[in-house]
């Protein structure tokens, strides 16, 4: 049995038909020249008879009277996992969208162990995509990073090293030797030894209300509301996009920003235009939710180990450095904060956070409660040269990610050979023009360039 963490069980709880939480990875590839036809279908085959480790054979235990943890599910079939497909002729970027959102939007049934791969055949110019789908509970963005780099090399070579699914190094293993929480005093203390931790960040929070505190910091709930924050359905829809890593990093550098505000930047000039257009942009600035990973052990990738640091973006009348400069200081303000506190505590805090707006939109009073952010902006570092899957070059790669309550729109970001890729989920019902915004997205990127050329 594999030890569940407080984090891991609230994807599993706040999960709905709705709001399924579940994450994705979407890479495009080029088949290798002289192999294009079957090229699929034997890759396909290949990873049948592949064997499935953990964590990926494993399905939640949530049996009442003891503590979450994960268990081997029995007669795992590859098959109910593995899946191909293919585009109907000409194989455009539109056709695999359309997909992609329609195979994002189904959940993952809680009787099998919770992923899944499709191979996508038929794009023009030779190429292929694999969309790899798990839920949150497994893991945080970069411990699903790890897992999406792992059938791929920095040459070419006749097959994958392994499947996404496989841990040739054992890791998998190891992590099943954990046993679940001890019981008696052990458990005792185990549980109330976060307490401190989130009545410190408690008071924080609540003499940030009272204007006490750093100004970058945003206190939970202190973000205005816009129709971005609203009771979603189950309907999906992606948008991706593409920037060069090297500008990014040379904008960061000559304003003294890292790549995560010049990004950050970018979506707030992006949504403040987008709101101007169609409505409901607020006086005040808009409030961020941004992932900030709090993983130190490389030899442990399941889990989630992961906080949430609330950054408070430019108000609506920014130009573009000054934008820039006033995210990087409540970016760091917020940095500081989530780091000055245990994990196990922050973990307790957040988990507290998201529960009151789970609690507020199951009581059908989440429209009377204050949003805790605007938008989830989360930025996940990948391999920096180019890499294969076998013979077949990875063209580009995606992040595909979920939708937290009352929350319309996540923004995730992935850095792969020298290239930015940038993945837009949403709800259309409540974003109705996706693809406006992301031409506002690449509008705003052009502007902070040309500002800070």
């Known amino acids: 049995m594999t030890a569940m963490s407080v984090i891991d069980l609230a994807f599993l709880l706040a999960e709905t038909d709705d709001s399924p939480k579940h994450v994705a990875g979407l890479q495009i590839f080029r088949k290798p020249p002289g192999k294009e036809a079957g090229f699929l279908d034997r890759l396909y085959q290949y990873w049948l008879a592949s064997p499935i480790d953990r964590p990926f054979n494993q399905i939640p235990d949530l049996h009442l009277g003891d503590f979450p943890g994960w268990r081997d599910a029995p007669g795992v079939t590859l098959s109910d996992h593995l899946h191909l497909h293919g585009l109907p002729k000409p194989g455009s970027r539109a056709g695999l969208m359309t997909l992609v959102a329609q195979l994002h939007a189904c959940r993952l049934s809680l009787d099998q162990p919770l992923w899944e791969c499709h191979l996508i055949d038929g794009l023009s110019q030779d190429r292929f995509a694999v969309l790899f789908k798990i839920h949150h509970a497994y893991g945080d963005g970069h411990s699903i990073g790890h897992w999406l780099a792992r059938p791929l090399s920095a040459r070419s070579r006749p097959w994958p090293i392994q499947a996404y699914w496989q841990s040739l190094n054992g890791e998998g293993r190891r992590r099943a030797e954990l046993p679940r929480p001890g019981g008696g005093l052990d458990r005792t203390l185990e549980q109330i030894s976060p307490i401190p931790g989130i009545l410190e960040m408690g008071l924080r929070q609540g003499l940030k209300w009272l204007g006490v505190g750093s100004n970058g910091v945003a206190p939970p709930f202190s973000a205005p509301r816009t129709p971005l924050n609203t009771r979603l359905g189950p309907d999906r829809e992606i948008a991706l996009l593409r920037f060069p890593m090297k500008t990014l990093i040379r904008i960061g550098k000559q304003n003294g920003c890292t790549v995560n505000d010049v990004v950050l930047a970018i979506c707030d000039q992006a949504l403040t235009r987008y709101l101007a257009k169609f409505g409901g942009l607020p006086s005040q600035p808009l409030v961020a939710q941004v992932p900030v990973s709090l993983r130190e052990d490389s030899q442990n990738w399941q889990g989630n180990r992961v906080?949430?640091?609330?950054?408070?973006?430019?108000?609506?009348?920014?130009?573009?450095?000054?934008?820039?400069?006033?995210?990087?200081?409540?970016?760091?303000?917020?940095?500081?904060?989530?780091?000055?506190?245990?994990?196990?505590?922050?973990?307790?805090?957040?988990?507290?956070?998201?529960?009151?707006?789970?609690?507020?939109?199951?009581l059908g009073f989440g429209a009377a409660v204050p949003p805790l952010?605007?938008?989830?902006?989360?930025?996940?570092?990948g391999p920096e040269n180019i890499h294969y899957l076998g013979d077949a070059r990875l063209l580009e790669a995606y992040p595909v990610s979920t939708l937290m309550p009352s929350l319309a729109l996540n923004i995730t970001v992935h850095s792969y050979a020298g290239s930015l890729f940038a993945g837009l989920v949403c709800d259309p019902c409540v974003v109705r023009k996706l693809p406006v915004l992301a031409r506002f997205t690449r509008q705003a990127y052009r502007e902070l360039r040309a500002v800070a050329a």
């Open 307 to 362: 906080t949430l640091a609330l950054v408070r973006l430019a108000g609506p009348d920014a130009d573009p450095l000054q934008r820039l400069r006033a995210i990087h200081d409540s970016s760091e303000d917020a940095k500081r904060e989530v780091h000055g506190i245990s994990q196990p505590s922050m973990n307790g805090y957040i988990s507290l956070l998201a529960g009151s707006v789970l609690a507020a939109e199951a």
């Open 373 to 381: 952010g605007n938008v989830l902006i989360s930025n996940v570092r």
